[in-house]
């Protein structure tokens, strides 16, 4: 069954969780770590988005990203592409680095953003690997301390929240990291609410941000993307379905399999079946764009039901 549609939410903030395929290291050294900190600054530069926290894992990495009018998949997509693009480079191999699909959840920021910013830092404490999330370098916990500093990474609004002055409410940001009453939220930022695995918030929240998405997506289904995109790339269906591999045509359908995906009306192998195309080929193709011409999937396919 297709899979629910992304909630794109401008100016909201996501939990994102990006994981090795099948478990693999995505960083073996600290150079690999240092690249893909380029590419956050570079889609951060580009996209016009805002990083509040991270925590970079050897197999897995968590994100709380604020974005603006880009929507997030093109975001992570961009990011995932090209470092393991340059990750596979360097090593000579080839295949899939990132598992699958990226997990996000839609987070209450003005109820749980807080709470999201200690559950990243103390991801290492979890795992057993550090003692203290001040031992850790590979996170922005230090950042929030004043020990390192990450241009691209926005410390204000949380810190902003914890005292009138810099001094203070690094102060009280140290005494809630370290504090064990703090309710714990863990299993929340990995599973969204049960209402909807795709937001955690109140009910109220939750409704809101549902009722907006169905506005968008209530009349959008894998034709009707189709015949969006067609329209906009001066394509017909014949076309692509034909045995043209010419580039405009392969744009085209890379376009309409992204938003199927991010609608959530089709998988990539419905899509792939409709063009009479190899769903490995067209994933590919997807990102190859993504990576390469963002530009391509700047606007939304329009329904006129």
């Known amino acids: 069954m297709p899979r629910k549609p992304r909630l794109h939410v401008s100016g909201a903030v996501y939990h994102v969780m990006l994981r090795g395929n099948g478990g693999q290291r995505i960083f073996v050294n600290k150079a690999d770590r240092s690249t893909f900190e380029d ?22 990495v ?18 995932a592409s090209r470092y393991a693009k340059s990750f596979n480079i360097r090593r000579r191999k080839s295949g899939h680095l990132f598992q699958g699909r990226y997990r996000a959840i839609l987070v209450d920021a003005d109820r749980y953003l807080l ?25 922005s916990h230090r950042c929030y ?53 795709r937001v955690l918030g109140n009910d109220e929240f939750i409704q809101q941000v549902i009722g907006e998405e169905s506005k968008q997506a209530q009349t959008m289904d894998l ?14 269906l014949e076309q692509l379905v034909g045995r ?7 744009r085209a359908r890379a376009v309409i399999g992204y938003w199927a995906l991010e609608f959530g009306v089709a998988t990539i192998t419905d899509v792939a079946v409709r063009f ?19 530009e391509l999937f700047q606007n939304k396919p329009i329904s006129h039901a």
């Open 39 to 60: 590419y956050v600054a570079a889609g951060v530069k580009r996209y016009d988005h805002r990083i509040h926290a991270y925590c970079w894992m050897s197999n897995h």
């Open 62 to 79: 968590h994100l709380a990203l604020q974005v603006g009018n880009t929507p997030l998949g093109r975001i992570i997509q961009n990011l």
């Open 115 to 139: 709470a999201l910013v200690r559950y990243i830092h103390l991801n290492p404490v979890r795992a057993g690997i550090a003692a203290d999330p001040g031992d850790y370098p590979w996170s």
């Open 145 to 197: 301390l004043g020990r390192m500093r990450r241009e691209w990474l926005t410390t204000d609004w949380v810190l902003g929240t914890l005292g009138p002055t810099a001094k203070v409410a690094t102060l009280h940001y140290e005494a809630f990291i370290h504090d064990q009453d703090a309710p714990s939220t863990a299993l929340e930022f990995r599973t969204g609410s049960d209402h909807d695995d």
């Open 223 to 236: 034709d009707t993307i189709i015949k969006s995109v067609s329209a906009r790339f001066d394509t017909r």
């Open 244 to 250: 043209s591999r010419a580039r405009h045509y392969a």
């Open 276 to 294: 009479n195309r190899d769903n490995t080929t067209l994933s590919k193709s997807i990102s190859h764009y993504l990576e390469q011409e963002p």
